[in-house]
């Protein structure tokens, strides 16, 4: 890490940027973040993901596989504004980086490649942001390549992710000859000479001119048919001054009604600088987002980016190191300044600020403060987890933490000199404190200490980080998947009586069950656990159903069949009867665990295995062996379409079957085949994986 001393720059809210770069792998994300810092004059020389020499990308595993694994964070000013800047994995295996970045973020840079259009990642990353209700802009990447178009991909992106693409540009020249696009807005060309870093501003090309005329009308018009004003100066006029269609187009794209759609090439530099503009244009300021919202006991508390409120701050990562640990914060609110304590509210723990950093990726920035709208890293907080919250300790609140996916693949991991087996404990522990989606336990049956992550490539890396950055030798098993329980047909009417009386007060709960499944919904998908009472006439009272509830959620741990997990379950507590002297919540709770745990038994159960969606590209030639080798994998295919030479099939597998399958896939190949994964809940597993 290094660091330079730097006086903090003074900037208005209003000034400030915090965004993400959004895709799926090999879209051009990390390149897209390069070519913005190169532009903005944060670096000097252009990074590459084929070079290993891009600034985000710094971590030696990324570098060695060309992909970006962590989220990294860098910040830089342009047209003076300061953008603070995040560089997601595309990876499916994390995602839940993905997840923490979005929590913190005011708005985001979708990446897609123009010639794959809408990727299965982008598709899931798009919904997170959704979810998060992330304003977004587009930029349509590698225009330059073979195959390339821009209106296939704003077709995929309206019809894939069910929005309205607001297209601002038109490309200038296909593939090869792509050297610039016109903007719409100001109907003006810009072109790149091949070596040139910046752009010439020119007039529309004779023969783009009716092209170009007919696209700004398409564009009027989809913003008048969603912007009111704009529809009122559109009927009056026939026609959006570029004033009113800028401000409709911010508007739009704040509220999420459309999407900004802009195009270029960021390898060969082109479109970069208006990629820019339009950031500073139409995303979000710290300003322009709602107050952050918090909670202290039961109240909801909310705190604008205001400097002067009090200090309040997410912290959505952490990089624990054996020398120390650098804990990454968004600031919602008030000040914090080097040397001041603040309260870590979860961990109810006093916690000072050594330093305050200017991130970028590896390299840092030594400031004095952070203030409301700032991304920045801290050094001091020793305890801090990813999603804890930092304030002043004389006004607590408690932000919502990013949500954290659980595990779905294990490794049994264990160091191959018993001598090193203390250090390898350390190390996995830090892993966990930077990445709340790996997960640490002692299997209670052999005493194997058990890794748990998102996938084969999620656990590769995370037992790879201990080798390089420990030195130890490690061991790992054969990845196992994480099965699930649920219920295909349940019990009504089951009668549970808890009695106890060993001296003293006794113990009493009396519980009436209903079990069933629990159908998935359209909009939210599987559900885990469903709990009502449907006691009449106080027969149980309140402060016990909830105990009862509890209960019945500790008996979800462990299921019939296998003592996997149990999801997809409704309990309805139908009646009971409580005794004036034993009855407790201990009690009530007791009973709900027990009787749970007896009506599944009595329930007929079905065993879940995780399965993803696979898309795999292949060489015509080699389509009938690789739709073979998935059909033996367990494959359901759902689509195969021609794409230049090429087929991209589709498929849903069971995720169990798909350890190794890159290897298998290069070998049917010869090389040229790629396969990416995207996670699509559970199913059913067949008896035989049952038995």
């Keep these: 890490m290094r660091t330079e001393l730097h006086r903090q720059p003074t900037s208005a809210l209003a000034d400030v940027r915090n965004l993400g770069i959004l895709a799926h792998v090999d879209a051009g994300k990390t390149t897209v973040t390069e070519r913005i810092l190169y532009a903005t004059g944060t670096t000097h020389k252009r990074g590459e993901v084929h070079d290993g020499t891009t600034i985000t990308d710094f971590d030696s595993q990324e570098r ?128 790149w000479a091949d070596g040139d870093d910046s752009y010439e501003e020119r007039d529309v090309p004779d023969e783009l001119r009716a092209e170009a005329q007919r696209r700004r009308r398409q564009l009027e018009e989809s913003v008048a048919e969603l912007h009111p004003a704009a529809l009122e100066e559109f009927c009056a006029r026939s026609e959006l001054t570029e004033q009113t269609l800028a401000g409709a187009l911010r508007d739009l794209t704040r509220t999420g009604e459309g999407v900004v759609v802009l195009c270029g090439s960021a390898y060969r530099n082109r479109g970069v600088e208006p990629l820019l503009e339009a950031v500073v244009a139409y995303l979000p300021s710290p300003l322009d987002v709602p107050p952050v919202r918090g909670t202290l006991g039961d109240v909801v508390q909310e705190r604008a980016a205001d400097p002067s409120a009090p200090f309040a701050a997410l912290a959505f990562k952490v990089n624990a190191t054996a020398t120390g640990r650098l804990t990454y914060l968004r600031v919602y609110s008030g000040v914090v300044r080097k040397g001041e304590t603040v309260l870590d509210v979860g961990a109810r723990r006093s916690e000072r600020i050594g330093r305050i950093l200017r991130v970028r990726a590896d390299r840092h920035v030594d400031v004095d403060s952070a203030v409301a709208g700032d991304i920045v890293a801290v050094i001091g907080p020793k305890a801090a987890r990813a999603g804890a919250t ?109 009695v106890k009386q060993d001296g003293g007060a006794g113990q009493f709960a009396h519980v009436v069950i209903d079990v069933e499944p629990l ?67 201990m009690a009530f709770r007791t009973a709900g665990r027990f009787a749970l745990r007896e009506a599944l038994r009595s329930s007929a159960m079905v065993l879940l295995e995780p399965v993803v969606e696979l898309t795999a590209t292949v060489p015509d030639e080699a389509v009938g062996g690789v739709l073979g080798d998935l059909a033996a994998r367990r494959g359901r295919v759902s689509g195969s379409t021609a794409r230049a030479g090429a087929a991209v099939i589709t498929a849903t597998v069971p995720l169990a079957e798909l350890f190794g399958y890159a290897t298998r896939l290069r070998s049917r190949t010869q090389g040229r085949g790629t396969f990416t994964t995207r996670a699509t809940g559970y199913a059913p597993a067949p008896a035989s994986v049952s038995g």
């Excluded at 913190?104 to 997170?128: K, M, Y």
């Excluded at 049994?412 to 350390?426: K, P």
């Excluded at 006439?537 to 008996?555: H, I, K, M």
């Excluded at 003592?563 to 004036?580: F, I, K, Q």
């Design 64 to 191: 060695d596989r060309g992909i970006t694994i962590f989220a990294a964070a860098v910040s830089c000013t342009w047209a003076g504004h300061r953008i603070n800047l995040i560089d997601t994995p595309g990876h499916v295996d994390f995602a839940d980086e993905v997840e923490r970045a979005l929590r913190v973020l005011d708005g985001a840079i979708a990446v897609f490649d123009a010639v794959a259009g809408v990727e299965p990642q982008s598709e899931s990353v798009w919904r997170q942001a959704d979810r998060h209700a992330v304003p977004r802009i587009a930029f349509v990447n590698k225009l330059d390549r073979s195959g390339a178009d821009l209106d296939t991909a704003v077709a995929s992106i309206r019809e894939r992710l069910r929005t309205v693409p607001l297209v601002v540009q038109l490309p200038i020249g296909r593939e090869e000859g792509f050297s610039g696009v016109v903007d719409l807005l100001r109907m003006r060309a810009l072109v």
């Design 390 to 498: 930092l304030c002043a300790p004389d006004a607590p609140l408690v932000l919502e933490p990013p949500t954290v996916a659980d595990p779905v693949v294990s490794v049994a991991v264990e160091a191959v000199r018993s001598t090193d087996t203390e250090r390898l404990m350390s190390a996995l522990v830090r892993l966990v404190e930077e990445d709340p989606s790996l997960a640490v336990r002692t299997d209670s049956e052999t005493g194997q200490t058990v890794l748990s992550g998102m996938g084969e490539l999620h656990l590769e890396v995370a037992t790879e980080k201990i080798r390089r950055a420990q030195g130890l030798d490690v061991r790992v098993g054969r990845p196992q998947v994480a099965y699930r329980e649920t219920v295909a047909r349940g019990v009504s009417g089951l009668v549970y009586r808890h």
């Design 519 to 585: 159908e998935a919904t359209a909009d939210e998908g599987p559900a885990d656990f469903v709990f009502r009472s449907a006691v009449v006439g106080g027969r149980v009272p309140q402060e016990y159903v909830r105990a009862v509830e509890a209960g019945c959620r500790d008996a979800l741990l462990e299921g019939p069949i296998g003592g996997h997990p149990v999801t997809g379950v409704r309990v309805t507590l139908t009646d009971g009867a409580t005794h004036p002297k034993d009855s407790s919540e």
